[in-house]
Each structure stands twice: as C-alpha cells, then as structure tokens.
C-alpha cells in the first residue's frame, strides 16, 4: 500500500488556501445539517398544526351548539327561579319535570398537551403560538365553568318532582344556586362566541353539530309552576 506524505506548503498563499478549502467544507456540512433539521421541524410544525386544528374543531362544535342551546338554557334556569319562588310563596315544591342536567360537554386538550410535551410547539410562529395559548386556557376555563354548571344544576335537582317541604334556608340556597347557572350560563355564551372567532382566525371552522345534544338540551320539560 503506497502511503503519500503530505506536499509541503511552499508559501502562504498555498497554506491560506488549505486552510479555506477545510473551512469551507465544514461551513457545508454545518450548512446542511442546519437545512436538514430546519426542515424536520418544519414537518413537525405541520403535522402538530393538523392535529391541533382537528381537535381545536371538535371544541369549537360544542362551543357553537352551546350558542344554539343559549335560549333553552335561559328558560330552563328562568323556570327554575320561578320553582323556588313558587317554594318559596307555598313551603313546598311545584309538580315539576326540570331539566336539571348540565350544558358542559366532553372538551379535549390531549393533542395541545402531547405536542408541549414534544416541545414542537416552540417551534410555531410566534403570534401563532400566543393565539394558541389563549385559545385553549380559555378553554380550560370553560371546562372549569362546566364542572360548578353540573354541581348547581345537580343541587337545583331537589325541585324535580315534587311536592317536597321546604324551608327557608332551602329556599335561600335553591336562589343562591340558580344565580350561579345564570352567571356561568353568561360566562359560556359570552365567551362561546369569542373562543369561535378565535378558532376562524387560526384557519378553523367549527367540526359538525351534535343534534341529539341540542334535542336534549332543549327538549320541553312540561313543568307547571303553582301561582
């Protein structure tokens, strides 16, 4: 095997040379792996904005049919006033059928959650991720809201079916729970409409409606409120 010993340099022109061919060589290969890596995360970014834009779709359908139901849910909370007040005049629960199930409905957040994880998120465009960010705290708010809906409507339940007795610290605590479904039930609406602007600027329209919710939602309750 014939082993070749390196030329000498005969002059600095020639070692200024070597050394820039070494340089640049480096510069390419740095270069390139920046190239390779820039587009691996460009792959990613897209794939993650996929999937968020599909679940961010699956909320905001809620979000909508949570609009549409904003009248039947005000007259089911109007009807219940008018059951503790009527508690209230005669000691004793209306015959009644009240509604008493809550709005709220399943919210997802796992892809938003795997892809902070991955950390691919860092790699979104800036205003992009701040939009995002609101997005879903809001969201998780909104699922917050959902959980105290479900316990006040779940107390409210006691004027389901009457006749029961009441006294006046059940009375008081009836009232104190219809407030808290007419405050969050202006919570959701208000913010319902905001979270679906939101999601249309990010380049998302709501997924498709789920009627049997809406039927439900709204469905009449046939209770008589005694004068």
Known sequence: MDIHKPKPFHNLREFLGEIAVVVLGILIAIG?????????????????RASLHREMAFNAAYLRDRMTIAPCVERRIALASALTEAAARGGAVSSSQLNVQGTG?????GEWEAERASQTL????????????VWYDQLENMREWAAKEQEAWAKLAVLNNGPKQLGPADVALLRQEVEVVRYLEW??????RRQLDRARELGVQPGP???DYVKFSCA???AEVLP
């Open 32 to 48: 390139l792996e920046q190239l390779v890596e820039h587009l691996r995360w460009e792959q990613a970014v897209q794939s993650a």
């Open 122 to 133: 860092t790699h979104f465009p800036r205003p992009e991720l701040a939009a995002l960010g």
């Open 105 to 109: 409905r399943l919210l997802l957040r």
């Open 220 to 222: 009449p309750t046939g």
């Open 209 to 211: 409606p789920r009627d």
């Open 187 to 192: 919570l959701n609406a208000r913010n319902a």
